[in-house]
């Protein structure tokens, strides 16, 4: 495989078909040698099974064990942290990465728990999670999805949970683009499997995968993230981190120089035009939120939609770290407690955001 591939393939045995892809892609050519320390990377967010269109099969990261404890390599550790609201071992138990883990007898690090160092990462310093340091060979596992803040979420942005939490809110505060950028200045991704089955195309939580029970290949992330773009219909300078990862030469951001190799039938089918978190946003001002905080916002206005109440609501709601010292009318999460209205929490849920809300609106009606 090179550089400049991206590879698919289609199935709906998902392990096998993993393997498959990664024959095809002579994975264990790219290896440097047996005794390799080698990172699994997927994306664990929460404690959300993985066809609710949020977080990795164990199915595709079972394939990628097996096939390289087939070929020689059992240095094998998953590292992964969920993002700051819910904790990495209740999503490792929900999404089944429990049992994977005893079947194939690999490590697990949970990156939320492990210590940090501090990377210049070409002038933004940066905290990253210790076990980096020991993988020789870092296999990034994402999920192929929309994103609420960034449009959409896969290769560049899966590095986000090698971060201890204290950095992960920091990122929000001074805004995700740039430092997702000079993350993956910091860690290399040496290999990418995409989870491409049933990604949901608006939100980063899931709740409406689209399924395509598709697995990609690639081992450019900012070549792979500008091709997620445009099947999410966006432009590339839509996502700005995808541009400033190519100008600090992570990878190559111009389509033009990719070659698509699809394996068997192609039986994709064309992604919607999703933009249900765009249009939800309009009345929201966030000012350096956390993925979860903004997350469980959304899917709340959308439950406000279509039960008939968010176009009652003519008020602005304010999100985020910026409102920490700030007064205003409707808040959300604890940054906003000297509001008059906010919803409690750090992150609250989506039920309490919807219910919340839901009394205010019909509180103002009577």
């Known amino acids: 495989m090179e550089q400049n591939q991206i590879?698919?393939?289609?199935?709906?045995?998902?392990?096998?078909?993993?393997?498959?892809?990664?024959?095809?892609?002579?994975?264990?050519?790219?290896?440097?040698?047996?005794?390799?320390?080698i990172g699994l990377k997927p994306n664990?967010?929460?404690?959300?099974?993985?066809?609710?269109?949020?977080?990795?099969?164990p199915e595709v990261v079972a394939g990628i064990i097996e096939y390289l404890q087939e070929h020689g390599f059992f240095n094998i550790v998953i590292v992964e942290g969920s993002w700051v609201?819910?904790?990495?071992?209740?999503?490792?138990?929900?999404?089944?990465?429990?049992?994977?883990?005893?079947?194939?007898?690999?490590?697990?690090?949970?990156?939320?728990?492990?210590?940090?160092?501090?990377?210049?990462?070409?002038?933004?310093?940066?905290?990253?999670?210790?076990c980096i340091k020991d993988i020789d060979f870092l296999i990034n596992v994402p999920v192929l999805k929309g994103h609420c803040q960034t449009r959409i979420t896969c290769a560049l942005k899966n590095m986000k949970g090698l971060i201890p939490n204290s950095e992960k809110r920091r990122f929000h505060a001074i805004g995700l683009h740039e430092p997702i950028?000079?993350?993956?200045?910091?860690?290399?991704?040496?290999?990418?499997?995409?989870?491409?089955?049933?990604?949901?195309?608006?939100?980063?939580?899931?709740?409406?995968?689209?399924?395509?029970?598709?697995?990609?290949?690639?081992?450019?992330?900012v070549l792979l993230d500008s091709y997620v773009a445009k099947l999410l219909h966006y432009e590339v300078t839509d996502v700005r981190y995808i541009t400033l990862a190519e100008q600090l030469h992570v990878g190559c951001a111009d389509l033009d120089k990719a070659e698509i190799i699809v394996f068997g039938e192609d039986y994709a089918k064309e992604l919607p035009h999703?933009?249900?978190a765009v249009e939800l946003s309009y009345g929201v001002d966030e000012?350096?939120?956390c993925s979860a905080c903004y997350g469980n916002l959304i899917p709340a206005l959308d439950r406000l939609e279509k039960a008939g109440l968010l176009s009652k609501l003519d008020e602005q709601i304010c999100i985020g770290q910026g409102?920490?010292?700030?007064?205003?009318?409707?808040?959300?999460?604890?940054?906003?407690?000297?509001?008059?209205?906010?919803?409690?929490?750090?992150?609250?849920t989506e039920n309490a955001i919807f219910n919340a809300l839901k009394k205010y609106i019909e509180a103002k009606k009577v």
């Open 7 to 37: 590879l698919k393939m289609y199935g709906t045995d998902f392990k096998e078909t993993t393997k498959e892809l990664l024959k095809e892609a002579n994975l264990a050519g790219h290896i440097p040698s047996f005794s390799a320390r």
């Open 44 to 57: 664990l967010i929460g404690a959300i099974p993985a066809s609710e269109g949020a977080t990795t099969h």
């Open 85 to 130: 609201g819910d904790k990495t071992m209740s999503a490792v138990s929900a999404c089944g990465y429990d049992k994977l883990i005893e079947n194939y007898c690999v490590e697990l690090i949970d990156t939320q728990k492990d210590s940090f160092y501090v990377d210049d990462c070409n002038g933004l310093p940066l905290k990253i999670c210790s």
């Open 181 to 221: 950028a000079h993350l993956n200045v910091g860690i290399h991704q040496d290999f990418i499997v995409v989870d491409h089955i049933c990604g949901d195309l608006d939100f980063e939580e899931g709740g409406n995968p689209f399924v395509q029970n598709c697995i990609m290949a690639a081992m450019d992330p």
């Open 274 to 276: 999703a933009k249900k």
């Open 287 to 289: 000012v350096g939120s």
């Open 323 to 348: 409102y920490r010292t700030k007064t205003g009318g409707i808040g959300i999460g604890n940054c906003t407690k000297n509001f008059d209205f906010y919803v409690k929490g750090c992150p609250p």
